[in-house]
């Protein structure tokens, strides 16, 4: 409770010592004859401001939403590496599936996964929570995460069966620019993909519902391009944290984790760091989202539209 006040109160001071500031109208301010700003830089309107501190209010939880899609897209990018030294035959005939279409197993998992949250477990929930979505977006979202540290650590386990195999038994041949070719399946891949598919039913479905739900109304569009904007950021982040880690493992007696051949590497140690950084992410997303408070929850500025907003209104003095 301490610490909810004390969020709050952060929040308060951030809002009334800059935000709250910019409506206030002063001598040297032009105020055009319809009663808005002539100068948006030195004053702005209330709806104006509120908008701001609707994104202020919500970063919290974007950041989380980055952190997490960080895993996800490494994930995708090194299933189809681990594919390309798999056994990826049909029936142990000529036909190999191709490297890069395991990811279409994490779509086809969210697409099922949607419509049986929706029809089956959401009713259930509904019956516990007596709440009309089964359980919060917050909650869904926390969710997703969770299942995300837990994607992260059968991908590791997946990878550490593969290399093993690799090495113990019989090769299937030589991958061009790669090494030797594991007899180990490539359906092993399969598993981590839907688990990640079922990991983002939870969190990514959550995570728009939120946006959408938080922004007033005339800001959905920008709601959506948040959104997107925090898995460009992801991505980014992730290219980042490979050459990182690729460079402190290269060389030296260390083994490079992230090696061009995936037999002499270490890819599931890290699976493993990616796990890790999801579990601080979880740990940092259940603190914020607990002092979290929903728009209209009691405190919350109306959402009135600023076309509708009498003129009066449009400015504190």
């Not at 610490?3 to 800059?18: C, T």
């Not at 041949?173 to 399969?190: A, F, N, Q, R, T």
Request: glycine fraction near 6%; aromatic fraction near 12%; charged fraction near 15%.
């Amino acid at each position: 409770m301490v610490k909810h006040v004390m969020f709050d109160d952060i929040l308060n001071l951030v809002y009334n010592r800059f935000l709250n500031k910019a409506a206030i109208i002063t001598p040297n301010d032009n105020i055009n004859p319809d009663g808005s700003s002539g100068n948006r830089w030195t004053l702005c309107s209330i709806q104006q401001i509120e908008e701001v501190k609707c994104v202020i209010k919500t970063m919290p939880i974007w950041f989380t939403c980055i952190i997490y899609d960080i895993s996800l897209t490494i994930l995708r990018s090194y299933t189809v590496f681990q594919a390309l030294q798999s056994d990826r035959r049909l029936k142990h005939n000529s036909f190999q599936i191709p490297a890069a279409s395991y990811t279409v197993f994490q779509m086809l998992a969210l697409t099922i996964w949607i419509p049986i949250y929706d029809r089956l477990v959401v009713p259930c929930l509904r019956k516990i929570t007596n709440k009309r979505q089964g359980i919060s977006v917050l909650q869904r979202i926390g969710v997703g995460i969770g299942i995300g540290i837990f994607t992260m650590f059968v991908a590791a386990l997946v990878e550490t069966k593969r290399r093993n195999v690799a090495h113990l038994k019989p090769t299937l041949g030589i991958e061009k620019g790669k090494d030797v070719i594991s007899p180990m399946s490539g359906y092993w891949l399969v598993i981590q993909m839907v688990v990640a598919g079922i990991s983002e039913g939870f969190a990514v479905i959550g995570i728009v519902e939120f946006f959408y739900e938080q922004f007033p109304e005339n800001m959905k569009s920008f709601a959506g391009s948040f959104f997107y904007c925090g898995f460009a950021m992801s991505s980014y982040l992730s290219s980042i944290l490979i050459s990182i880690v690729h460079r402190t493992t290269h060389g030296g007696l260390a083994r490079n984790w992230l090696a061009q051949d995936l037999n002499k590497g270490k890819l599931d140690y890290f699976y493993y760091l990616c796990m890790g950084l999801e579990v601080l992410n979880l740990i940092y997303y259940l603190m914020v989202a607990k002092w979290y408070k929903y728009k209209g929850s009691g405190d919350e500025t109306i959402d009135v539209p600023l076309e509708d907003m009498p003129t009066t209104y449009k400015h504190v003095v």
